[in-house]
């Protein structure tokens, strides 16, 4: 970065010292172009900074250009005239400063402040004292004319605005003493120019005395040649041993011969080699273009059958809801339910994978509760018929791990993709057996899952085991997709999996899934007017607002909230308005018309609010909340504290399970 620098400003910092017929004229060309950039540069950052601080206005534009100008000394330095440069750099920043304050002033008179007279004063104080800078004791007329000149308009600063009609207001704080301020600002002056003059003094005392050591070391120098003229006489004499050493490297030559020889073979080894990681190069590329051509077919699989199928079995449970059960002869009516199941389930299995299209930035990191009970039931019911049909014994030893915390849709995905192997890769010669079992760690939750089917021959196929389209059994139908997602699903949850198995005997599968560090305050979004949260262990959304919002904030972090539960159907909410402020009309009736009533169609059954500071206008909008759940039979209740509102959703959460479970 410093070689780039260098090479970037150099141009500019030596600009015109071609011209320069004294190195004193040199250093003075230089220090001329480092300042003009350092003006420069100061300037555009001061812009910047303005631009920030004040927003876009008239100084906004013109420090900028008054920077850009600054440059002037170093075109005036390319053609020679580093003279005249030096002199325009002195007067440049006190002309220019007083010019901006001026115009500054005028455009904005009525807003101005006391402390405008003073910051704008600072900058000329600062580049008044150039003059001793850039010019030498020796230059005796510009330097009294230019440092006079710059003491003047220093000293001219009230009169200057005075003439403009932009004087310091009367009766501003401070302005009976503010003449003072003129007092203060030339001592300053005199005292900075004053030490700078002195240093300039003596550093010119200083190159003097230098000048006169360098024509006393040429001298010198000058006998050092006709002493080294007698070491090159002695050099002759050396140079009868040196024929000795001459017989010496020779033999040393030869070494280097017999190196060389060693240094070509060893460069045919690595030729061979590069040439051997060039392929396996190629490979790599050819194998990495092959995930990425499966990984957008998954993709786009994934995103037909979420979107393009969601119409047609929406329709298709419209009209199973139209026909009338009843109705139908006993027979047709047990075909008819099973066909409802059939499709519920297949909803069910669009819906999670819809989840994972719509929400995919945010999958492999919001973690649920999962009943793995519960999980297991439901591939019961989606493998139903296999089970049956294969009398298959599915044996879950779950007891001592029912509930863990991760990805649903993923979960099932592996439960399903390794128990449907195991139903598919049977063994003829026995009845199908199917265990899982669980445990965990510290930092794993584990899941077993064993078969007594065919077995997997792991000598022949281990490398090949996870990989795309690899089966390992042709008498059955599939693509060999099955043990990939898993072991991407396993990874994408920060796990793994582990494989043993016998053949004709048994396979074993252990899937390691990683345990979140935090599931009851996972943050969804987090900015400054709000953060929207999940809370995993009571199966809410929530929000924290952090200050009064306006309208556009708060649909923004409604509609943040309503997509997310819409996703999970989060039955439970939680928002703390103890900070919110009042909220406008419209938003109001955004809110009660449009993301309450379909939050309550999604599966949102409860609400908690936590308002600490409520004041009257608050107290109507909570109650026209209350008055619009209570038409829609949802449940409401306000708390003082975070804690008592996640007390109260746990307490429904196990009426709800109980209740649930006596039906």
């Known amino acids: 970065m410093k070689r780039y620098l260098i090479t970037l400003f150099h141009p500019i910092l030596y600009a015109g010292v071609r011209f320069a017929k004294h190195p004193s004229e040199r250093r003075s060309i230089i220090l001329t172009n480092s300042i003009s950039l350092i003006i420069a540069g100061a300037g555009l950052i001061l812009a910047i900074l303005y631009y920030l601080w004040y927003g876009p206005n008239s100084n906004a534009v013109a420090i900028p250009l008054i920077a850009l100008l600054s440059l002037t000394p170093v075109v005036l330095n390319c053609i020679g005239r580093y003279i005249v440069s030096r002199g325009l750099l002195c007067l440049f920043i006190p002309l220019a400063t007083t010019g901006l304050s001026v115009f500054s002033k005028v455009i904005h008179y009525t807003d101005g402040k006391e402390l405008d007279y003073y910051t704008f004063r600072f900058i000329i104080l600062s580049g008044g004292v150039l003059p001793a800078i850039l010019f030498s004791f020796r230059e005796r007329k510009p330097l009294a004319f230019l440092s006079f000149a710059c003491f003047m308009i220093l000293m001219l600063h009230d009169p200057i605005h005075t003439a403009f009609h932009v004087p310091l207001k009367p009766g501003s704080p401070g302005y009976s003493n503010y003449a003072f301020t003129n007092i203060v600002v030339a001592l300053s002056w005199f005292m900075i120019y004053g030490a700078i003059s002195f240093l300039k003094r003596l550093s010119e005392h200083n190159e003097d005395r230098a000048e006169k050591l360098i024509e006393r070391l040429q001298l010198i120098n000058t006998e050092r040649v006709e002493t080294n003229n007698e070491i090159a006489a002695q050099n002759q004499e050396i140079q009868a041993q040196a024929e000795n050493l001459h017989q010496n490297q020779i033999r040393l030559r030869e070494a280097f011969i017999v190196i060389e020889q060693q240094k070509d073979l060893l460069l045919k080894q690595n030729q061979n080699l590069s040439t051997e990681l060039v392929e396996k190069n190629a490979t790599l590329v050819e194998t990495n273009n092959e995930l990425i051509k499966h990984n957008n077919e998954l993709r786009q699989f994934s995103y037909t059958v979420s979107h393009n199928l969601r119409g047609p079995v929406a329709s298709l449970l419209g009209l199973i809801n139209l026909i009338d059960a009843a109705s139908l002869p006993r027979e047709q009516n047990e075909i008819f339910d099973h066909v409802r199941i059939s499709v519920d389930r297949l909803d069910n299995i669009i819906r999670d994978l819809n989840k994972i299209v719509d929400i995919r ?274 449940q409401y209740k306000s708390f003082s504290t975070f804690e008592k509102a996640f007390d109260w959703i746990l307490e429904e959460n196990q009426k709800a399970s109980m209740a649930k479970t006596h039906v």
Request: aromatic share 10%.
């Open 361 to 634: 930035h945010e999958i492999f990191q919001i973690r649920q509760k999962i009943n793995l009970n519960e999980e297991i039931k439901f591939i019961r019911l989606i493998l139903e018929r296999e089970l049956k049909n294969h009398r298959v014994e599915l044996i879950e030893n779950v007891a001592s791990l029912p509930d863990i915390y991760s990805v649903k849709p993923m979960v099932q995905s592996i439960l399903y993709n390794i128990i449907s192997n195991g139903i598919k890769y049977r063994s003829p010669e026995r009845t199908p057996v199917i265990t899982i079992n669980a445990q965990e760690t510290d930092k794993y939750y584990i899941l077993e899952i064993e078969d007594n089917g065919l077995g997997i021959d792991l000598k022949t196929h281990q490398s090949n085991l996870f990989k795309l389209y690899k089966r390992f059994h042709l008498h059955t139908e599939g693509k060999g997709l099955g043990l990939y997602l898993v072991k991407l699903q396993c990874e994408a949850l920060g796990g793994h999996i582990e494989v043993d198995s016998e053949l004709n005997k048994f396979t074993k599968f252990r899937i390691f899934l990683r345990k979140p560090l935090n599931v009851q305050m996972q943050i969804l979004a987090d900015n400054t007017h709000a953060r929207i949260f999940y809370d995993a262990t009571i199966n809410a959304t929530g929000v924290i607002w952090n200050g009064p919002v306006t309208t556009e904030e708060y649909k923004e972090v409604f509609t943040k909230c309503f997509d997310f539960l819409t996703a999970y159907n989060t039955p439970n909410w939680i928002a703390d308005m103890s900070q919110q402020g009042y909220i406008e009309n419209d938003a109001r009736q955004w809110l009660f018309t449009t993301i309450i009533p379909e939050a309550a169609r999604n599966g949102l059954k409860r609400i908690a609010f936590i308002n600490k500071h409520q004041d009257t206008r608050e107290s109507v909008y909570v109650f026209q909340i209350q008055e619009l759940l209570q038409r829609l039979g949802m």
